[in-house]
Antibody, heavy 117, light 107 residues
Framework: QLQLQESGPGLVKPSETLSLTCTVS??????????WGWIRQPPGKGLEWIGS???????YYNPSLKSRVTISVDTSKNQFSLKLSSVTAADTAVYYC?????????WGQGTMVTVSS | EIVLTQSPGTLSLSPGERATLSCRAS???????LAWYQQKPGQAPRLLIY???SRATGIPDRFSGSGSGTDFTLTISRLEPEDFAVYYC????????FGQGTKVEIK
């Protein structure tokens, strides 16, 4: 059964780059059955899609974040990663890595990232 | 970019009652690409419905989805205590977007 686990720093300074990794277990990140995504949720607010990547390497980004986001895959480690540059307090959120072909049917537990000096 | 608007923002109901949640899109969405999620406090979202009307694995049949084009509905036929949560619709086109959520609370 496919499982996802987010990891990365819980505290990032303003203007720096937020970097998170999602480790995939119970399946291959090279599977054509899934898009691998990043979604965030600021405290007390709704869900925001950040971006997704397909096994082929094709990436899809939220237009409002596109200039700051990079999502990549490391097939050797069965992981995919998120980099969000020039962060501000508005980027404070729980970050989730879900997977699915269109709807996201598998989710990581989420990791809280706070942007503060 | 497709914008999804959910209504109402909050739905106050009693256990056993029927819940009807609406999701309206700013432009037509293929029914194959409309989903509903449930989220409880401190938990990741859980997929309930995909393809507008297909239940995800393990989802009770009291949850049903319907609609097409720009208007979609999630119906919970009889609310159980564990159904009080926030519900989000989501579409996939060339990008993914979520509605702002509807909170179903105990009256």
């Amino acid at each position: 059964q496919l499982q996802l686990q987010e990891s990365g720093p819980g505290l990032v300074k303003p203007s720096e780059t937020l970097s998170l990794t999602c480790t995939v277990s119970g399946g291959s990140i090279s599977s054509s059955s899934y898009y691998w995504g990043w979604i965030r949720q600021p405290p007390g607010k709704g869900l925001e899609w950040i971006g997704s990547i397909y096994y082929s390497g094709s990436t899809y980004y939220n237009p409002s974040l596109k200039s700051r986001v990079t999502i990549s895959v490391d097939t050797s480690k069965n992981q995919f990663s998120l980099k969000l540059s020039s962060v501000t307090a508005a980027d404070t959120a729980v970050y989730y890595c879900p997977a699915g072909y269109d709807a996201f049917d598998i989710w990581g537990q989420g990791t809280m990232v706070t942007v503060s000096s | 970019e497709i914008v999804l608007t959910q209504s109402p923002g909050t739905l106050s109901l009693s256990p056993g009652e029927r819940a009807t949640l609406s999701c309206r899109a700013s432009q037509s969405v293929s029914s194959s690409y409309l989903a509903w999620y449930q989220q409880k406090p401190g938990q990741a979202p859980r997929l309930l419905i995909y393809g507008a009307s297909s239940r995800a694995t393990g989802i009770p049949d009291r949850f049903s989805g319907s609609g097409s084009g720009t208007d979609f509905t999630l119906t919970i036929s009889r609310l159980e205590p564990e159904d009080f949560a926030v519900y989000y619709c989501q579409q996939y086109g060339l990008t993914w977007t979520f509605g702002q959520g509807t909170k179903v609370e105990i009256k």
